[in-house]
C-alpha cells in the first residue's frame, strides 16, 4: 500500500515502488524499451501527482481501480436492464420462459450421456437404456425433460443478445465517431512516432473509451460463467484475458494509439454478430440474413486481413523500426497473435454456416452454430410426447 502526498492510501503500489521491485536490466521501464529506461529508468513522470494538460489525461494505476468499479457498476447495469428493459421487449414479442416442465428424476447414467452430447443418437439411447434398466420411450421423455431443465430459454437468450447489442451499437458509434479523423488509424507507424513523449498524453475522449471498454470486457470475463454456455466457452475465456491484457498493458506502456484501434475494429463486427442473433431470436429473416453478411464480410476485412496486414504487421514491425527492440512488444505481440488465431478459429464456424445455408434447398436463415443450446420442444409439444 502507498501513501500519496496527500495522505491517502491506495490499494496499488505506484510505479516507483512498483520499479524498484526489479533490478539491474530487469527494471519495470527496460520492458519498454531502451527510450523509455533511458528518460524514465529513475523516475515514473506518470503518478497520480503529475497533473495532466487541459482536456488530457496521464495513465496511472489506479486506473485499474476505476475499470474494477466500472465493471462493477455495469454489471448491476445490465441486471437492471435485462429485467426492466429486455424482458418486456421480449415478451411483447412472444418470447418466453420454458414453463410447465415436469423435473425428471436424478439419473447418474443418464447425465453421464447428457454430458456427452445434447442430441444422442438411436444406439446410445438403446446402450444407456439397457444400463439404467428402463425402456427406451422412458430414456427419451427423461431427456427431453433434462434438456428442457438445463437449457436457457430464448427469452434468456434474447435478454443477453439484447443487452450486447445496445453496449457494442454505442460503443462502436463512439470509438468510431473519434477515432475517425485521427492521423494514426490510417498511417500506424504515427502511432510509434515520439514515442513515449508524445504518447504520454491521453485525451479524455479516448480515455473514456478505454476505460469503458476494458470495464466491459471485465465484466463479461465474469458473466460468461453464467451466460448461455457455448461450445467456445474457454476460447472466448482465452480472448477476454488477452484484451484485457493489451487494454491494460498499452493503457500503462503508452499505447494506447494502437490500442484504440484494435478496440474499433473489433466492434464493428461485433454490432453485426449481435443484431443477427436478434434476428433470429424474433424470426426476423431478413434481418438476420442481412446482418449476417455484413457480419461476414466486416470479419474478413477487419479481423482477417486489416488486423494482421496492419495492426500486427505496425505493432512487431514499424515500432522496432522507430523505437528498436523492447521487450514489452515481444509480449503484446504473442496476445496480438492470440487474438488472430481465435479469429481464424471463429471464422471456420462463419464458414461452416455458410456452407450449411448454401447448400441447403430451403430457406435457411442464420444461427448461432457455437451455442451448446438444442431444440427443445415447447411444453405442449412435450406433453403430448409423454402421453
Given at each position: 500500500?502507498?501513501?500519496?502526498?496527500?495522505g491517502m492510501?491506495?490499494?496499488?503500489?505506484?510505479w516507483?515502488?512498483?520499479?524498484?521491485?526489479?533490478?539491474n536490466?530487469?527494471d519495470?521501464?527496460?520492458?519498454?524499451?531502451?527510450?523509455?529506461?533511458?528518460?524514465?529508468?529513475?523516475?515514473?513522470?506518470?503518478?497520480?501527482?503529475t497533473?495532466?494538460?487541459e482536456?488530457?489525461?496521464?495513465?496511472?494505476?489506479?486506473?485499474?481501480?476505476?475499470v474494477?468499479?466500472?465493471a462493477?457498476?455495469l454489471?448491476?447495469?445490465?441486471?437492471?436492464?435485462?429485467?426492466?428493459?429486455?424482458?418486456?421487449?421480449?415478451k411483447w414479442?412472444?418470447l418466453?420462459h420454458?414453463?410447465n416442465?415436469?423435473?425428471?428424476?436424478p439419473?447418474?447414467?443418464?447425465?453421464?450421456?447428457?454430458?456427452?452430447?445434447?442430441?444422442?443418437?438411436?444406439?446410445?439411447?438403446?446402450e444407456?437404456?439397457k444400463?439404467?434398466?428402463m425402456?427406451?420411450?422412458?430414456?427419451?421423455v427423461?431427456?427431453r425433460?433434462?434438456?428442457r431443465?438445463i437449457?436457457?430459454?430464448?427469452?434468456?437468450?434474447?435478454?443477453?443478445?439484447?443487452?450486447?447489442f445496445?453496449f457494442?451499437s454505442?460503443?462502436?458509434?463512439?470509438?468510431?465517431?473519434?477515432?475517425?479523423?485521427q492521423d494514426y488509424?490510417?498511417?500506424?507507424?504515427l502511432?510509434?512516432?515520439g514515442?513515449?513523449d508524445l504518447?504520454?498524453?491521453?485525451p479524455?475522449?479516448?480515455?473514456?473509451?478505454?476505460?469503458v471498454?476494458?470495464a466491459?470486457?471485465?465484466?463479461?470475463l465474469?458473466?460468461?460463467f453464467?451466460?448461455?454456455?457455448?461450445?467456445d466457452?474457454?476460447?472466448?475465456?482465452l480472448?477476454?484475458?488477452?484484451?484485457?491484457s493489451l487494454?491494460?498493458?498499452?493503457?500503462?506502456?503508452?499505447g494506447?494509439?494502437?490500442?484504440?484501434?484494435?478496440?474499433v475494429i473489433?466492434?464493428?463486427?461485433?454490432v453485426?454478430l449481435?443484431?443477427?442473433?436478434?434476428?433470429?431470436?424474433?424470426k426476423?429473416?431478413?434481418?438476420?440474413?442481412?446482418?449476417?453478411?455484413?457480419?461476414?464480410?466486416?470479419?474478413i476485412?477487419?479481423?482477417?486481413i486489416?488486423?494482421?496486414?496492419?495492426?500486427?504487421?505496425s505493432?512487431l514491425?514499424?515500432?522496432?523500426?522507430?523505437?528498436?527492440v523492447?521487450?514489452?512488444?515481444i509480449?503484446?505481440?504473442?496476445?496480438?497473435?492470440?487474438?488472430?488465431?481465435?479469429?481464424?478459429?471463429?471464422?471456420?464456424?462463419?464458414v461452416?454456416?455458410?456452407?450449411k445455408?448454401?447448400?441447403?434447398?430451403d430457406d435457411?436463415s442464420?444461427e448461432?452454430?457455437?451455442?451448446?443450446?438444442?431444440e427443445?420442444p415447447?411444453s405442449?409439444e412435450?406433453d403430448?410426447?409423454?402421453?
Open positions: 500500500v502507498s501513501t500519496q502526498s496527500t492510501l491506495y490499494p496499488f503500489p505506484s516507483d515502488q512498483f520499479s524498484r521491485i526489479f533490478k536490466k530487469y519495470t521501464f527496460w520492458w519498454f524499451g531502451e527510450n523509455y529506461y533511458r528518460k524514465y529508468g529513475d523516475k515514473w513522470p506518470l503518478s497520480d501527482q497533473e495532466s494538460p482536456g488530457y489525461v496521464y495513465p496511472s494505476i489506479s486506473d485499474f481501480k476505476t474494477a468499479m466500472l462493477l457498476t454489471y448491476v447495469v445490465r441486471f437492471l436492464f435485462e429485467k426492466v428493459i429486455a424482458e418486456p421487449i421480449g414479442f412472444g418466453k420454458y414453463t416442465s415436469t423435473p425428471p428424476g439419473n447418474k447414467k443418464l447425465e453421464a450421456l447428457i454430458a456427452k452430447t445434447k442430441k444422442p443418437n438411436k444406439k446410445q439411447i438403446e444407456v437404456a444400463l439404467a434398466d425402456e427406451i420411450r422412458d430414456v427419451e427423461w431427456i425433460r433434462r434438456l431443465e437449457t436457457p430459454s430464448q427469452l434468456t437468450k434474447f435478454k443477453e443478445t439484447m443487452w450486447r445496445v457494442y454505442s460503443i462502436c458509434g463512439y470509438g468510431i465517431s473519434i477515432m475517425w479523423n488509424l490510417w498511417n500506424t507507424m502511432c510509434w512516432v514515442y513515449p504518447t504520454w498524453a491521453v479524455n475522449c479516448l480515455y473514456y473509451y478505454y476505460m471498454s476494458g466491459f470486457y471485465l465484466s463479461l465474469v458473466s460468461q453464467h451466460d448461455t454456455k457455448r461450445k466457452f474457454w476460447e472466448m475465456f480472448h477476454h484475458i488477452a484484451t484485457l487494454i491494460g498493458g498499452s493503457w500503462i506502456g503508452g494506447y494509439r494502437m490500442g484504440s484501434i484494435i478496440l473489433h466492434d464493428v463486427a461485433d453485426f449481435e443484431t443477427a442473433k436478434l434476428g433470429i431470436y424474433l426476423w429473416e431478413m434481418v438476420s440474413n442481412v446482418c449476417f453478411a455484413g457480419f461476414t464480410l466486416s470479419w476485412l477487419l479481423r482477417l486489416f488486423y494482421p496486414y496492419k495492426v500486427i504487421t505493432s514491425f514499424e515500432s522496432t523500426a522507430v523505437l528498436g523492447w521487450p514489452a512488444n509480449v503484446y505481440g504473442l496476445f496480438l497473435i492470440v487474438l488472430q488465431v481465435l479469429h481464424i478459429y471463429w471464422f471456420t464456424f462463419i461452416k454456416l455458410l456452407v445455408i448454401l447448400g441447403s434447398n435457411t442464420v448461432d452454430n457455437r451455442s451448446e443450446d438444442e427443445i415447447s405442449s412435450e403430448k410426447k409423454d402421453q
